[in-house]
């Protein structure tokens, strides 16, 4: 599975459809965290709100990565459409990772709330990106893998 992972960040980089969704959020932050003294919750649910809108984004991306035949080969390789699935969502966690640090730490980092970080408002933060990340991914899933679930293809059968 590192294998299949691995080359689907190099095919996502190599494809450079990473830059514009990437760009767009760290402008989004930029702006977001560019005045001093914003309230702590709401900013962060602005850029959960973000954070969902790209995951869509970087998920329809990275299941659109191959063409059709190429998908059949991983599916065989990977034993299954479940694997590939598992794979595909493996990958985009690993993406989602630095763009989920940098939108909780870099208000703390440049000081740009009212008040003062606490555990509490740490687990909200967290807990509010996590939920838009996956959010975003299920609907990109939705979106692009369908016609993966409904292609007929002898021996594989996706059971969930």
């Known amino acids: 599975m590192s294998a299949f992972i691995r080359y689907q960040l190099t095919s996502y980089v190599l494809s450079l459809k990473f830059i514009p969704p990437v760009v767009i959020f760290f402008v989004w932050v930029f702006i977001l965290y560019a005045y001093k003294n914003v309230p702590i919750l709401s900013s962060y649910a602005a850029s959960s709100i973000a954070m969902y809108l790209i995951m869509t984004w970087i998920t329809m991306a990275i299941f659109t990565l191959e063409e059709e035949a190429e998908k059949h080969?991983?599916?065989?390789?990977?034993?299954?459409?479940?694997?590939?699935?598992f794979g595909k969502w493996l990958t985009i966690l690993v993406v989602m990772t630095p763009l989920l640090l940098f939108a909780i730490f870099?208000?703390?980092?440049?000081?740009?709330?009212?008040?003062h970080m606490s555990l509490m408002l740490y687990t909200y933060a967290l807990y509010s990106h996590l939920s838009f990340i996956v959010f975003g991914i299920l609907v990109g899933t939705l979106f692009s893998a369908t016609k993966l679930a409904t292609k007929n293809m002898p021996g594989f059968r996706l059971y969930l």
């Open 73 to 85: 080969i991983l599916i065989f390789h990977l034993k299954g459409k479940v694997s590939y699935l």
């Open 106 to 115: 870099f208000p703390i980092i440049t000081e740009s709330f009212k008040g």
